[in-house]
């Protein structure tokens, strides 16, 4: 089973400790040894997940927006990402190399054009920028990928 992640940054504490649980109740659904994460691996929920996958026994395969991403994601965050990086199965990218909304948008549709099932820690709210977690909701609708919401009930971005 290839299960995508995507999901929105910047939780607060107590949102990113119930989307955490939601995410580890999801991972044990799959038999380890069928999991095939696929994730952009930013902060937040898209690392958490992938590091439940594999915490799971599950695999990793990133999808790398564009070459100057890394550089785009905050400085705290970059030896998890590499970690990540290190750990993946396989990366795809998507050619692109500014780290812009249209990239983050192109990594979306690879991401789901890969999966089985997408995992959405979303508000259910329209995306705040092109390429945002409801764009890949909506890509995943367009395209016949099933969706599976994780929000925390009453939990506010």
């Known amino acids: 089973m290839r299960v995508g992640i995507t999901g929105h940054r910047g939780l607060g504490q107590a949102v990113e400790e ?5 995410l580890s109740e999801a991972v044990r ?21 992938a590091e439940t996958a594999l915490a799971h026994g599950g695999r990793l ?3 790398v927006p564009a070459t ?21 199965a396989d990366v795809h990218g998507t050619g692109m190399a500014e780290s812009t909304s249209e990239a983050y ?10 999966v089985d099932e997408l995992l959405a820690v979303w508000d259910g ?12 909701v909506d890509h995943a609708e367009r395209t ?14």
């Open 18 to 22: 119930r989307v955490r649980e939601l």
């Open 61 to 63: 395969e990133v999808v």
């Open 68 to 88: 100057e991403y890394r550089a785009s994601l905050p400085d705290w965050h970059h030896a998890t990402y590499d970690k990540l990086v290190r750990q993946a």
């Open 125 to 136: 709210r329209p995306a705040r920028g092109f390429g945002g977690t409801a764009d890949a």
């Open 29 to 49: 659904g799959y038999d380890a040894s069928e999991l095939v994460a696929v994730s952009c691996i930013a902060d937040g929920p898209d690392s958490w997940f």
């Open 105 to 114: 948008q192109a990594g979306n549709e690879i991401l789901v054009g890969l």
């Open 144 to 157: 016949g990928v099933p969706v599976r919401v994780l929000w925390p009930a009453g939990a506010t971005r």
